[in-house]
């Protein structure tokens, strides 16, 4: 019975603890259990050791580049971290990572990405570094809209071979006729539509709809030029789709032209290329001068690409920059050049069609002299005064010159060319990126 009797207290001693432990287990799981969620859960710290495979092996990363010193940074970090357990959760099993760059650990990969003030949010979608920062909301909701944007589906299927006859002029098209959607060229069709949706409309049939648009077993791909701003032809893509480094570089070419239409929703890439702008500003119903000026770019300017951005520009939409050159919509069309130091405008729009007036006029800006005439006049062996007077027409179009007493010269007064409008459409390259309404 004494035997029992010990056991019997063992037994209810261990139990005793056991019930203890179970009572006060919570106590201390509790924070263990929240270390690890927190270890889980946020943007993914990259560096360079990671961000390569990260970027080679997911769709789209979105990235926050920041400083620890920054209190802008350190008002972003939970709100990033936040929108990137969002965006795990409601986009699982998509190819999508959310990251996150201490930039001064990481100084290399700040230079890397063009990072001049922080934060800075890029996103990278299939490699390829996108074209402007983002400027969208900065909230949880905001990051994951975004994000979900970026990943729906850029191609959109028709049913019909008549739609084809039904898409938009305004925009340009590339235009693919599958026999399925499961063939690796269609795959490289739909990575490229991801890239370039900003740039042209991707539109795809399928199977029996497109049969008679191509051979057996061999898809086709042809681009269509926005037909309300330019003369040429379809055109269709004579390389392998299965080669998408090739496809991807004749589409890009193609949805990114030599005249591109500069809106408020592109202007900050744009200027961000930090070349000058030769300006086309034109009545939003007047595709005809659109056409010439195309046309134009295309027979007498091809060499100067490397040195200037070609743009049309709505003179309703932007009626701030005609404001300040002297004009209104009532001048319209007419040329300008943006230097984003000044604005100059081109003498008249009818002299465009003189071969290789336009292309002079781009000269004198690279040299100078756009400048210095707008102060002083033509130069002096430009200048044929008639009737012994010393006065000479205003071939710049913009403030009247004064003669100077003192000088046998003629100059302009103390104003200067019109400041560039354009630059201010430029995110700063010091300050941080928020608007001056968040935070």
């Known amino acids: 019975h004494f035997y029992k009797r010990i056991s019997w207290m ?113 996103f990278v979608k299939n490699g390829v570094l996108g074209k402007k920062e983002y400027r969208g909301k900065r909230d949880a909701d905001g990051f994951l809209d975004f994000v979900k944007e970026q990943m729906k589906n850029p191609i959109v299927e028709f049913e019909d071979l008549q739609k084809l006859n039904e898409l938009e002029d305004k925009k340009a098209h590339i235009i693919g006729y599958f026999e399925r959607k499961e063939d690796a060229g269609h795959d ?22 497109v049969a008679k ?43 990114n032209p030599m005249v591109r239409e500069i809106t408020f929703e592109n202007a900050e890439e744009l200027t961000e290329e930090g070349l000058p702008f030769l300006i086309l500003f034109h009545n939003p119903e007047d595709t005809e001068s659109i056409k010439e000026y195309n046309d134009l770019v295309k027979k007498e300017l091809l060499g100067e690409r490397s040195q200037i951005t070609f743009l049309t520009a709505d003179g309703i939409k932007f009626a701030h920059p005609l ?51 707008f102060h002083y006049g033509p130069d002096e062996d430009e200048e044929k005064p008639e009737d012994n007077e010393v006065g000479v027409d205003d071939t710049t179009g913009h403030i009247p010159r004064e003669k100077e007493n003192d000088h046998n010269k003629v100059k302009r007064n103390a104003r200067v060319p019109p400041d560039s409008q354009f630059q201010h459409l430029k995110p700063s390259d010091n300050r941080y990126s928020f608007r001056h309404d968040e935070f």
């Open 323 to 373: 404001h300040h050159l002297g004009k209104s919509k009532d001048d319209l069309p007419l040329i300008a050049i943006d230097s984003f130091r000044h604005m100059y405008l081109f003498p008249k729009y009818e002299e465009m069609r003189t071969p290789g007036k336009v292309r002079q006029y781009l000269l004198d800006l690279y040299s100078g002299k756009l400048h210095r005439e």
């Open 188 to 209: 490289n069709f739909r990575k490229a539509a991801s890239n370039l949706k900003d740039e042209c409309e991707f539109t795809a049939g399928y199977g029996d709809v």
């Open 10 to 122: 063992i037994v209810r001693l261990e139990s005793s603890r056991m019930l203890s432990w179970i009572q006060v287990r919570p106590i201390f799981l509790l924070p263990l259990l929240t270390l690890i969620n927190q270890c889980n859960s946020g943007a993914v710290q990259l560096d360079s050791d990671n961000i390569d495979a990260t970027l080679a092996n997911h769709e789209f990363v979105f990235i926050n580049f920041y400083a620890d010193w920054c209190r802008f940074s350190n008002m972003l970090a939970p709100l990033w971290d936040e929108g990137a357990d969002k965006i795990s959760t409601e986009l699982a099993g998509q190819s999508v990572l959310v990251g996150k760059v201490d930039c001064d650990k990481h100084g290399d990969l700040g230079t890397r990405f063009h990072i001049t003030k922080y934060p800075t949010i890029k």
């Open 213 to 255: 648009m191509h051979p057996p077993s061999t898809d086709i791909v042809a681009f269509r030029p926005s037909k309300s701003r330019s003369n040429d032809d379809d055109e269709a893509y004579t390389g392998t789709l299965l080669n998408y480094d090739d496809f991807f570089a004749w589409a890009s070419e193609k949805c």
